[in-house]
């Protein structure tokens, strides 16, 4: 297993339309975090997942946004109907072992969204 | 709740010249602290955490960072700086209590001069 894996590296949409990006964790990881990072910024907390349960979701997170993670393995984060603000690059990461799964904690590569 | 503070934004350096970049930090219990990297485009690598024990901590790349409990900082220090460290440095705590979820400051753009 060579790590945490962001699927696509990077989108451009256009705004109005839907994309979907995917995280493969760490396999043994129980825990896995979406972020998002705007130009300039550092990483804001979206959601986490424990297994396949989704147990806290950021006010950051609006009603055009979801987040699943079937069977707990890899998750996925939609954006419906994109806008300009949504501009983003969204990481994924994952955890496991102990301090709540702090020892373990890995960062993907991300996924860059572009909304023209 | 958690807040971690960067107080500088941009830092110039030379090559060869020492470097500390400055991480204080907002928590109630004991916190869990992290230095990490970004170049440009990329993910986040992680360069060093502190969990307990020795407050003085190693990471790569020859980098270290020492918390100080009494200052709330967690400061980032590398003796000779190499123009491949130019990048944007991002310092984060982390708690248990929050999902172990970070939270991240705003970032130091290192540039290193020839």
């Known amino acids: 297993d060579t790590g945490v894996s962001q699927d696509p590296r990077h989108k451009i949409t256009k705004r109005g339309q839907n994309v979907t990006f995917r995280c493969d964790p760490i396999s043994e990881h129980n825990r896995l975090y979406w972020y998002r990072q705007t130009l300039g910024q550092g990483p804001e907390f979206l959601t986490y997942?424990?297994?396949?349960?989704?147990?806290?979701k950021s006010r950051l997170l609006s009603d055009r946004f979801s987040a699943e993670r079937p069977k707990g393995s890899f998750s996925t984060l939609e954006i419906q109907r994109t806008e300009q603000g949504d501009s983003a690059m969204y990481l994924c990461a994952s955890g496991e072992g102990n301090r709540g799964g702090l020892e373990g904690y890995t960062f993907g590569s991300g996924t860059r969204l572009t909304v023209v | 709740a958690q807040s971690v503070t960067q107080p500088d934004i941009h830092i110039t350096v030379s090559e060869g010249a020492s470097l500390e970049l400055r991480c204080n930090y907002s928590?109630?219990?004991?916190?869990?602290l992290f230095w990490y990297v970004q170049s440009p485009g990329q993910g986040l690598q992680l360069l060093l955490k502190y969990f307990s024990g020795d407050t003085l901590v190693q990471g790569i790349k020859g980098f270290e960072a020492e918390f100080k409990r009494s200052q709330s900082s967690f400061n980032l220090r590398k003796p000779s700086v190499h123009w491949s460290d130019a990048a944007e440095y991002f310092c984060a705590v982390g708690a248990t209590t929050s999902g172990s979820r970070l939270t991240f400051g705003e970032g130091t753009q290192l540039t290193v001069n020839p």
């Open positions: 997942f424990q297994n396949e349960a989704q147990l806290e």
């Open positions: 928590y109630g219990a004991t916190p869990y």
